[in-house]
């Protein structure tokens, strides 16, 4: 079945640094990505969707300068979180579509622990 | 503005009993209904999603769920668990207000499944 991988894992960076989480899709080409985060207490909130080739549509409330999303390829996505604070400490989720499903993402990486000290 | 309301933050059941998790959701504006459910240690899956149409969807791993519209509500069930279905479930409600979309998640329910 489709598969993406989401790297890194685990990541802790110091305050102020920017940090790159990747999101592939091995098997499938995805012309659909979305962004998520987990806080604490398990609620998701979705953050932008993009599509290869064009700008990313953020949900609202979230930093399109603070949270930055590329979706080069048909295969990756990143996610950039810039200038990075201890609040932006957080699980991020990835997942990938691609047709009939593109508007609402089938596939979700193992997500990305970020830890902001 | 939107709200997802999970009612219930855990929900024990024993194995092959049928079970309901709730689900409440207010919008001034139409929304699609989604279940998502994320096994430990694993990402999240899409179990169903209601788009329009038959108010009653189907999903994967024999889960369903009815909307109703007068009640606002998106009700998942199964008429009989496995162990393996111990989890944590996420509603959401996608909706398009001033300004873009706006998707909300609900806060999760933890299904465990008792032999």
């Known amino acids: 079945g489709a598969v993406v991988s989401q790297h890194p894992s685990r990541v802790i960076c110091k305050s102020g640094t920017s940090v790159k989480i990747e999101c592939r899709s091995l098997d499938f080409q995805a012309t659909t990505m979305f962004w998520y985060r987990q806080f604490p207490k398990q609620s998701l909130m979705l953050m932008a969707t993009?599509?290869?080739?064009?700008?990313?549509?953020?949900e609202q409330g979230v930093e399109k300068d603070k949270f930055l999303i590329n979706h080069a390829s048909l295969t990756l996505s990143t996610l950039t979180v810039t200038s990075a604070h201890p609040e932006d400490s957080s699980f991020y989720i990835c997942s990938a579509s691609t047709g009939e499903s593109a508007n609402y993402g089938y596939t979700f990486g193992s997500g990305t622990r970020l830890t902001v000290v | 503005a939107q709200s997802v309301t999970q009612l219930d933050s855990q929900v024990p059941v024993f194995e092959e009993a049928p079970v309901e998790l709730r689900c409440n959701y207010s919008?001034?504006?139409?929304?699609?209904l989604f279940w998502y459910v994320q096994y430990p240690n694993q990402g999240l899956q899409l179990l169903l999603k209601y788009l329009s149409g038959s108010t009653l969807v189907k999903g994967i791993n024999g889960f369903e769920a009815e909307f109703n519209k007068s009640q606002t509500s998106f009700h998942l069930r199964k008429p009989s668990v496995h162990i393996s279905d111990t989890a944590e479930y996420f509603c959401a409600v996608r909706g398009v207000n001033t300004g873009g979309f706006k998707t909300i998640f609900g806060a999760g329910t933890r299904l465990f499944v008792k032999a």
């Open positions: 919008s001034s504006v139409s929304v699609y």
């Open positions: 993009s599509n290869e080739g064009s700008k990313a549509t953020y």
